[in-house]
């Protein structure tokens, strides 16, 4: 790729260009009509994810390189939910006519940094006018073995990596006119998707997998939609991000209920069997460098029943449709 | 499919249900973090292309369903030109607060009626709000032996599918306020992908091809620059969809020059070696039903030349990105 893609010229073709050198080795094969990628036996997972400015991300929040970042990240976390291996994306990049150059390449730049981290590519994309910024992240990864939402079985634990609330305890500082705690605003800004765990878990038994985008709540609805089971949370269990606290107190409610109705955190919420106990924890802590927490059980029937000592909680979605 | 995804509740999965149900047997396995498809020894090809209300469309010119089709034909040429077989789709719409959920679900249909025209189901995609509607298509294929921009060599020869110029008719009638004609509507409002061309090529001996979105002259240009050669045109043997006569009058070009400067009629643009003649192009057309015109011939060295009964003429791109 040192001398970028073999484009004919054009203003469109010269933005490519730029975009590709700002990339260098994080780009691959740009410039055919399709990006190629050798084929497997293994299963093929693909995802496809929308990041629109005003409706996922503002600017006066994020810089172009964090927005391109947290476009890439939450697709990417859609692999890892599936315990698939990256294989690479594409972006569908619609950009204002105001827009530089200088603030397309950045945002291409987080994307690119964002498949980085995980060993994903930019294979392809698509450059456009448009009323607004927005990024359709295109991943595609392998899994030998892919767990989906619809396995878990009366009688699995549920299992929740890292912590919560932390991305919705940006987003109300931010929506206040305030800024966020540190902690908050990189989880929002900088999303790590949970690739290396969710390969663990896969390897390790897991019988079904979801990453939290629309929160604990609505994202164990759809594990037991799937699944046809019920789930019952424990949400004094529920690990909560240090930033939580403030931020629920101002809500004016409990830390655990703040952290399971925040969306976007990326963590993933597994169905174990019974028998992936404390020491399957410490093994996944051990390899991972991240924490992972028994917050619930899958049971005969449907829906998600959530308890607070002892007390029946009804949890609220993060409905991004809005 | 026939239960429509498992989901929870919620707005945004109430219209992912309802898109799934109209959808029916052309969507398959939405629902889960992943479209998840077999993989094969083949190699990949994937593309994503967006398209944007008020730069690629206008609803006062193309209704929902048309547009869905668009989208997703414009996306899945770009596999015609690889000669890949698809393996289906996914698309993230974006859609403004005003829009109804019957207009979201005849957009979707058009995309599923596009790729079950091809055989390619919609295997996943994205819902968001945003500031107007927009459709990004992603798609997926297989290829035994894709073929790229970038094989022309010296003394090929080069051929073009079916006939040019009818989007950009329909296109100049409708800025003009007028109701374009029949056939050059229809092939803006309906593009069929070129796919069975695009593998019958491939299986021929084509050495490098590109599908017509940007132009003939843009296009070319493409094929010349990841070909490392030159591309000579002859404009007089380029064949014209009948609608573009009238358009080229008031336009004030040759019709050929009109034709050649047209884009978004997703025929395709094939260099073949020059022992492909007569009897191939005779044998394509009775394999596929279209036509398949010699048009120019690949050089050493480097652009587009394009000639036009012995005089030179250079030919502007249809340059999307305004």
């Given at each position: 790729m040192s001398d970028g893609p073999a484009l004919g010229p054009g203003v469109e073709f010269d933005r490519i260009r730029a975009i590709a050198s700002a990339l260098g080795r994080q780009a691959s094969g740009l410039g055919d009509d399709c990006a190629l990628i050798a084929g497997r036996p293994d299963t093929l997972a693909v995802s496809t994810d929308a990041s629109v400015e005003g409706v996922h991300f503002r600017f006066d929040w994020l810089s172009h390189e964090e927005v391109g970042w947290r476009a890439a990240a939450a697709a990417l976390s859609d692999l890892a939910s599936e315990g698939a291996e990256p294989a690479g994306l594409l972006v569908a990049v619609t950009v204002p006519p105001s827009a530089t150059e200088q603030a397309l390449v950045s945002l291409m730049r987080g994307v690119g940094e964002a498949g980085a981290a995980v060993a994903a590519p930019v294979l392809g994309g698509d450059l456009s006018a448009g009323p607004a910024w927005a990024a359709t992240v295109t991943v595609l990864g392998w899994a030998p073995a892919p767990v989906t939402r619809g396995?878990?079985?009366?009688?699995?634990?549920?299992?929740?990596?890292?912590?919560?609330?932390?991305?919705?305890?940006?987003?109300?500082?931010?929506?206040?006119?305030?800024?966020?705690?540190?902690?908050?605003?990189?989880?929002?800004?900088?999303?790590?998707?949970?690739?290396?765990?969710?390969?663990?878990?896969?390897?390790?038994?897991?019988?079904?997998?979801?990453?939290?985008?629309?929160?604990?709540?609505?994202?164990?609805?759809?594990?037991?939609?799937?699944?046809?089971?019920?789930?019952?949370?424990?949400?004094?269990?529920?690990?909560?991000?240090?930033?939580?606290?403030?931020?629920?107190?101002?809500?004016?409610?409990?830390?655990?209920?703040?952290?399971?109705?925040?969306?976007?955190?990326?963590?993933?919420?597994?169905?174990?069997?019974?028998?992936?106990?404390?020491?399957?924890?410490?093994?996944?802590?051990?390899?991972?460098?991240?924490?992972?927490?028994?917050?619930?059980?899958?049971?005969?029937?449907?829906?998600?029943?959530?308890?607070?000592?002892?007390?029946?909680?009804?949890?609220?979605?993060?409905?991004?449709?809005?």
């Open positions: 396995g878990a079985r009366p009688g699995d634990r549920l299992w929740v990596t890292g912590a919560l609330g932390g991305a919705r305890a940006a987003l109300e500082a931010w929506r206040r006119g305030d800024a966020p705690a540190d902690e908050a605003r990189r989880v929002f800004a900088r999303p790590e998707p949970r690739i290396a765990a969710g390969r663990w878990l896969a390897e390790h038994g897991a019988r079904a997998m979801i990453d939290l985008s629309d929160g604990l709540g609505a994202d164990a609805g759809h594990l037991a939609a799937a699944s046809k089971a019920r789930i019952d949370l424990a949400l004094e269990q529920v690990p909560v991000a240090g930033a939580a606290a403030a931020e629920a107190r101002r809500a004016g409610v409990s830390v655990q209920q703040f952290a399971a109705e925040g969306g976007e955190d990326y963590e993933l919420l597994a169905a174990l069997p019974v028998a992936f106990g404390r020491d399957g924890a410490l093994a996944f802590e051990r390899a991972t460098g991240l924490a992972l927490t028994r917050i619930g059980a899958v049971r005969r029937g449907s829906g998600v029943h959530a308890t607070l000592a002892g007390r029946a909680i009804a949890l609220k979605g993060y409905d991004h449709f809005r």
